[in-house]
């Protein structure tokens, strides 16, 4: 009779388990809504799912990412709007100053004007989002511009990739002594304040040549031109120069044997920079007792002008273009949510339990464990002979 109970128990507890185990089993089939816990169990459909996961991580994982990438757009158009914006005023300025009536105190307030501008226009180039700025390239924690009180020199700071200090350039907005009334950057040679030496205008092209082409559903990953590139670098703002067009310069200068500098000075800081000085110039020799030339100056302001509206329409292009990716990442972003729900169809058709048939199931393996539970009760009630040797 002792032999009996024994088996009998060891049999019930063996039951109990395995009903247990299957009650387990139909809770996480319901929590997971997944038909098949391992390959074994339908190794096909286990497989073709797990190609599915990947393919849905994937777009989750971009579809992630393009939020970050817009916004990082979408503070570059910011900053660049700014900067046409102020030079859209600044040539208002320029045009009130060179009216015939302008006194020499209002000129004097207008020159002022115009160097807050240029204050204004290199702050938009240091525009961070999420402590890192907008127009660095592929070194985002520099900041990238820095003026002079004046506004005559400017100064470009960039960390290469492998580098561990920022290369420093310093421009210098002069007017060209041997061509009076003619005002062109010049990239300095020396040290910088640390004592390394300053940026070469070859290292400037290399960091204008700069991209941040990533992969977020748009083109192919084989093909790298045909991913988004999501930089915009100051130094191709200035200068209106993108990172494709200057990837096929011949060194330092492009097909018409043009640098950077050059395109600098055409570029909208160099504008308002050179009505600045020539104002400034003017007032000097008012104020100094020279030759004041009015006609010089605005000979100089007028030409300005004209300049100033072909730098308006090169920022536009940047602008446009940068509007182009924002309204693309828009749409890859509508793509990538129909490819999300597509897949998450294509999941639960492939490895989906039935919900309803999961909860009957739980609800039948749950009878049976407390059933056998009741059983076990009657069947297991201890008497003397449970405790004697």
Do not use: C
């Not at 989750?60 to 158009?77: A, G, H, M, P, T």
């Amino acid at each position: 009779m002792r032999v009996t109970n024994a088996s009998t128990y060891r049999n019930f507890t063996t039951a109990v388990n395995n009903v247990h185990l299957k009650l387990n089993k139909s809770m996480d089939k319901i929590s997971s809504g997944e038909q098949y816990e391992n390959a074994a169990a339908n190794p096909l459909a286990y497989y073709e799912g797990k190609v599915i996961d990947n393919q849905y991580l994937d777009t989750i994982n971009k579809k992630n990412l393009l939020k970050d990438v817009q916004n990082r757009i979408y503070q570059q158009e910011l900053g660049i709007r700014n900067i046409q914006t102020r030079l859209s005023e600044a040539k208002n300025n320029v045009q009130y100053a060179n009216t015939a009536t302008t006194t020499d105190t209002a000129l004097d307030t207008t020159k002022s004007a115009l160097l807050q501008k240029m204050h204004e226009m290199v702050n938009s180039l240091n525009t961070q989002y999420q402590n890192f700025y907008v127009y660095g390239g592929n070194d985002v924690s520099t900041p990238p511009f820095s003026l002079s009180a004046d506004g005559s020199t400017l100064t470009y700071s960039h960390t290469f990739p492998g580098e561990s200090n920022a290369t420093v350039f310093k421009m210098e907005l002069k007017e060209d002594s041997n061509n009076p009334g003619s005002y062109k950057y010049e990239l300095l040679s020396g040290n910088d304040p640390s004592g390394n030496p300053l940026g070469t205008e070859k290292q400037l092209v290399e960091a204008m040549s700069e991209q941040g082409r990533i992969d977020i559903g748009y083109g192919t990953i084989s093909d790298r031109q045909t991913l988004l590139d999501t930089y915009t670098g100051g130094m191709n703002v200035l200068t209106g120069i993108t990172s494709d067009a200057i990837l096929t310069w011949n060194g330092t200068t492009d097909s018409q044997g043009k640098g950077v500098m050059d395109y600098l000075s055409e570029g909208p800081l160099a504008l308002v920079g050179r009505s600045v000085q020539a104002i400034g110039k003017y007032l000097d020799d008012v104020n100094g007792g020279g030759n004041a030339d009015k006609a010089a100056m605005s000979k100089v302001l007028s030409q300005t002008i004209t300049d100033m509206s072909v730098s308006e329409h090169s920022l536009s292009s940047f602008y446009s273009d940068l509007g182009n990716k924002y309204r693309l990442i828009d749409n890859l972003d509508e793509r990538l949510g129909d490819l999300k729900i597509s897949l998450e169809t294509q999941y639960k058709d492939k490895l989906g339990a039935d919900p309803y048939a999961s909860i009957m199931e739980m609800y039948n393996n749950n009878y049976a464990y407390n059933a056998a539970l009741q059983v076990g009760s009657k069947l297991m009630s201890s008497s003397l002979f449970d405790f004697m040797a």
